[in-house]
Nanobody, 115 residues
Framework: QVQLVESGGGLVQPGGSLRLSCAAS????????MGWYRQAPGKQRELVAR???????NYADSVQGRFTISRDNAKNTVHLQMNSLKPEDTAVYFC?????????WGQGTQVTVSL
């Protein structure tokens, strides 16, 4: 089992920045990728950004150029730096870990972009 603890959500004005962090613990060997998904009210959960153990990254088109994902392998932590936030970025953000054929999810952290 892998346990994930997220932090860093909150309320921010449009154009502002937030940094999300997710720390993994437990059975953390053989983690192949870590990432962030989000789910807005009435919408399906969607991939925001993902980084593999080799450092390969991919982003949703809607956040490309504004969000940056990074990973600290020594601390088993993944970060999501979110800049130039827009109201449409408002959602619950979930940390995700891929380990072999299994996926693990954090509890979610709310990000609200509003005046």
């Amino acid at each position: 089992q892998v346990q994930l603890v997220e932090s860093g959500g909150g309320l921010v004005q449009p154009g502002g920045s937030l940094r999300l962090s997710c720390a993994a613990s437990g059975s953390i060997f053989s983690i192949t990728a870590m990432g962030w998904y989000r789910q807005a009210p009435g919408k399906q959960r969607e991939l925001v950004a993902r980084i593999t153990s080799m450092g390969w990254t991919n982003y949703a088109d809607s956040v490309q150029g504004r969000f940056t994902i990074s990973r600290d392998n020594a601390k088993n932590t993944v970060h999501l730096q979110m800049n130039s936030l827009k109201p449409e970025d408002t959602a619950v953000y979930f940390c995700n870990v891929e380990k072999m054929s299994a996926q693990y999810w954090g509890q979610g952290t709310q990000v609200t972009v509003s005046l």
